[in-house]
């Protein structure tokens, strides 16, 4: 079965959809929103919501770009764990996902946010591992530069093993609550981790009872090898970028492959690629939609987008010229980057018409059309092992995401791709994972 998770974010994926008229137009801070985008894909049967992170504001080192204003550089937003407590309340089934960094946190922090959030959601949290890219984020904890990609991963490794360490602290009956015998706690049923690494040195036990999916659910995002080799042997999930389907292919043989080396069955982690849909009753309806969102980003975070994604500055330049030669590596060089400069020479496009195109989906894949033309698309690539689900992002909100659930997820249901009702206790059941077992269980079965 597909897998569906969604971002309950309120301005829309696109950059121009906090603009359109059918937006919500009072976005931040606006926890009501969240909620009502939650239960909106709860209604979907989506498997999960997921909240994107960092810890600090966006683009304030380039002032044009800041000031051209646009609400992806996070300059008011939730903690996300904090914010899914609350939708947690508000629902009943849906999975919540939450971003949380190995680099500007603790493993005991963290274990323990997720561990909480996995009780009070009775077993729907997970925790998107990100190791954080973005200087900003480190000039908030201390320190000047952002680690480098080797020491950030070295760290999430060790961070993650003791976060999962943390999760096995107690057994599932270690809480008889006997009020006859005055037996609380069994104190045979709670472990020490006595971690010490190169990095962390804890303890333990967590203070919090097992929780209910084993761990928490465990999503990564990173594209690196070593983002890559992180996510075979660690996580539930991972979050692709891949701009075709094709690259999606190799990208889910590639992580697949990775996973028998730590004694892992592939079917265990579910490989989610972003896509952006915009769905209309009619494929006119859909084109209008998007060209709507397309004339709503401004000329001026046009170009200071494109060119922070380009690193050059574009602003003197004509923007019906040609997009000038630049350099094809330097040092802050994406894969959006290389993918934009290649299509706007074999294109022929203008600087206006590269932005355009840059923005409307920063290079995640955008299907757009019928009800039917969608799910042609969505079943193509799960049946072609592109994929197994997508992360649905809704250029404006709540209208997309409506459209989505109203439209395409019954075809979906029709073709027998997608659930027709939530089943299973937790949302790693509803999701295919395998539930952690207790270690110490399993070792004393052996
Ligand atoms: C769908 C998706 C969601 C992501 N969410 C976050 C996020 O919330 N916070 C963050 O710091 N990075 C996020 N990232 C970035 C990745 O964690 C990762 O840093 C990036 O893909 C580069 O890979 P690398 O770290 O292995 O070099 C996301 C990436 C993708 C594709």
């Known amino acids: 079965m597909m897998n569906l998770i969604m971002m309950p974010n309120a301005t829309g994926a696109h950059l121009g959809g906090w603009r359109h008229p059918d937006a919500w137009s009072d976005t931040v801070m606006n926890l009501g929103h969240i909620v009502e985008a939650t239960q909106i894909a709860e209604r979907g049967l989506f498997d999960a919501v997921f909240l994107a992170d960092g810890n600090a504001v966006r683009e304030m080192d380039k002032p044009a770009l800041f000031a051209a204003n646009f609400p992806s550089a996070r300059p008011a937003g939730f903690e996300p764990v904090t914010v899914l407590s609350a939708v947690a309340m508000a629902t009943r089934h849906i999975g919540l996902v939450a971003t949380s960094t190995t680099s500007y946190d603790e493993p005991y922090a963290v274990a323990r946010r997720f561990a909480s959030l996995d009780h009070i959601s009775a077993g729907r949290a997970g925790w998107n591992v990100v190791t954080s890219q973005y200087a900003g984020d480190a000039q908030n904890f201390g320190r000047d530069e952002n680690y480098a990609r080797d020491e950030r991963y070295e760290r999430a490794e060790e961070f993650v093993e003791v976060v999962k360490g943390l999760w096995d602290s107690w057994d599932e009956d270690a809480f008889p609550q006997d009020k006859a015998t005055g037996r609380y706690l069994d104190p045979a049923k709670v472990h020490r981790l006595n971690h010490v690494g190169k990095h962390f040195s804890v303890k333990g036990p967590l203070n919090i009872a ?70 209309g009753e009619t494929e006119a309806e859909a084109e209008r939609l998007f060209e709507e969102l397309q004339a709503l980003i401004s000329p001026s975070l046009g170009v200071h987008y494109l060119s922070k994604l380009v690193d050059k500055d574009l602003s003197g330049h004509d923007l019906d010229a040609p997009l000038p030669d630049l350099p094809e590596k330097v040092a802050s060089g994406t894969s959006l980057r290389t993918y934009l400069i290649e299509g706007a020479r074999r294109d022929n496009l203008t600087i206006r018409q590269c932005y355009q195109r840059a923005l409307s989906s920063m290079g995640a894949p955008v299907v757009k059309g019928t009800p039917a033309q969608i799910a042609d698309t969505l079943e193509l690539w799960f049946r072609g092992q592109a994929c197994d689900g997508f992360m649905i992002s809704n250029p404006v909100m709540p209208r997309s995401l409506k459209n989505f659930v109203e439209m395409v997820v019954p075809e979906l249901q029709k073709r027998g791709l997608f659930r027709k009702a939530y089943e299973g206790a937790t949302t790693r059941e509803r999701m295919g994972l395998p539930t952690p077992g207790n270690p110490r269980l399993a070792a004393a079965a052996e």
């Not at 084993?214 to 539930?236: I, T």
């Not at 094709?246 to 892992?264: E, L, N, V």
Request: charged share 25%.
């Open 210 to 279: 097992r929780p209910p999916q084993g761990h928490p659910m465990v999503f990564m995002a990173g594209q690196s090898d070593r983002g890559r080799e992180l996510a075979a042997k660690h996580a539930d999930a991972m979050f692709a970028a891949g701009d075709s389907m094709q690259s999606c292919q190799k990208a889910y043989a590639d992580i697949k492959s990775r996973m028998a080396k730590y004694g892992r069955a592939p079917e265990t982690l579910r490989f989610l690629p972003s896509i952006v849909t915009y769905c």
